[in-house]
């Protein structure tokens, strides 16, 4: 086993990134999905054939986690619970890739009900507060392509 890539700016970027710190800072979303990881290879090449699976899928869910907490979470501003919405599908692609046994299908399939149900209840509360061009909708899509 690989010791994480650099564990204290993960749990930073982390945290910057479940309370919205940096709202005009999108970026830092792909930055931290890309290293709040199991080791190095999983910030190269996203998947690892170093760690166990279990490890990679135990860091993909927290981000999952993470930012579904971001998203849900009223104090966050607005728009960077939307920004979030719009990654949320990158931790659920990844898991897709490595998921290797009945068990994890059906975690993973939880998670995608959890994003379904849960983007259905963002977008009714956006509705009068933001144009049409919802975030929510667009994940839609982007689950409906995921399940293919
Ligand atoms: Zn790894």
Known sequence: MVTPATPLLAQQLRKQVR??????????????????????????????????????????????????????????????????????????????????????KQRLQTMFSELALMSSYFNASLTGLISQQSAASETDNILENLRK
């Not at 190095?40 to 998947?47: L, S």
């Not at 135990?58 to 104090?75: G, I, K, M, T």
């Open 19 to 104: 309370y919205g710190l940096s709202p005009d800072s999108p970026a830092l979303i792909n930055e931290w999905l890309a290293i709040d990881r199991c080791c190095y290879q999983g910030f190269y090449h996203g998947v690892c054939s170093t760690c166990c699976i279990k490890e990679q899928q135990s860091y993909l869910e927290l981000q999952f986690r993470c930012l579904l907490e971001a998203v849900l979470d009223e104090l966050v501003p607005l728009q960077w619970r939307c920004t979030c919405l719009d990654h949320i599908y990158k931790p659920l692609f990844n898991l897709k890739k490595i998921c290797n046994d009945d068990d994890s």
